[in-house]
Structure formats: structure tokens, C-alpha cells
């Protein structure tokens, strides 16, 4: 599900599925608990793949944000996950990253 890559203090997570919800948020949750931040200055999701997000979703993203307590970039957010990010005003949380 998660793929990632390191360059220079900054790890980028690649979320590779087509919804991030009920099904395989507590999957997702748990991949992103399980990463090595040692060293890391920020950590960058990126979101192009995922086309929908459910409360699930939601919740695994928050619950890493309160894990990393760094800057968490969410890189490429789909129109229809900006959109449930903006209307739950989490654009203010995470930074955004359009391209």
C-alpha cells in the first residue's frame, strides 16, 4: 500500500491506492506507524493516487501528524480529497502541495 523514498531529511511516502477509507485505513495507519523518522525534517505524503477519502482516511492522516510532530507536506491531493480536506479545514493542519 505505502511505498517510500528518502533525499535529503525529507521522506516521501507514496500512498498507492485508489481509496483511502474503512477498508484499508487501520492498514494505512499502521504502515505509517511503522516508518523509520530518525533523522527526518519533514515527511511528504503523496496523495496523486488516492481519488477518495473517507473519515477512516481521515483519521489515519491525523493520527500520523500527531506521531511525526514535524511538518507533514500532503503532495498532489486529487480534487475530490482537496475538497473534503478544505471543507474539514484541514488545509490549515497539513501544507498542501498542488504540484
Known amino acids: 500500500m505505502l511505498s517510500s523514498k528518502l533525499e535529503e531529511g525529507m521522506l516521501e511516502v507514496v500512498i498507492g491506492v485508489d ?3 474503512a477498508s ?3 492498514e494505512a495507519k ?3 506507524k511503522d516508518l523509520d523518522l530518525q533523522g ?3 515527511v511528504v505524503l503523496n496523495m496523486e493516487s488516492v481519488n477518495f477519502i473517507d473519515s477512516s482516511g481521515i483519521g489515519a492522516l491525523l493520527s ?3 506521531q511525526m510532530n514535524r511538518q507533514v507536506i500532503l503532495r498532489k ?3 475530490t ?3 473534503v480536506l478544505e471543507l474539514l479545514r484541514l488545509h ?3 501544507e498542501i502541495e498542488a504540484d
Open 64 to 66: 500520523f501528524y500527531k
Open 40 to 42: 527526518m525534517d519533514m
Open 92 to 94: 490549515r493542519v497539513f
Open 77 to 79: 491531493p486529487t480534487a
Open 19 to 21: 481509496s483511502l477509507d
Open 24 to 26: 484499508n485505513a487501520t
Open 81 to 83: 480529497v482537496l475538497s
Open 30 to 32: 499502521a504502515e505509517l
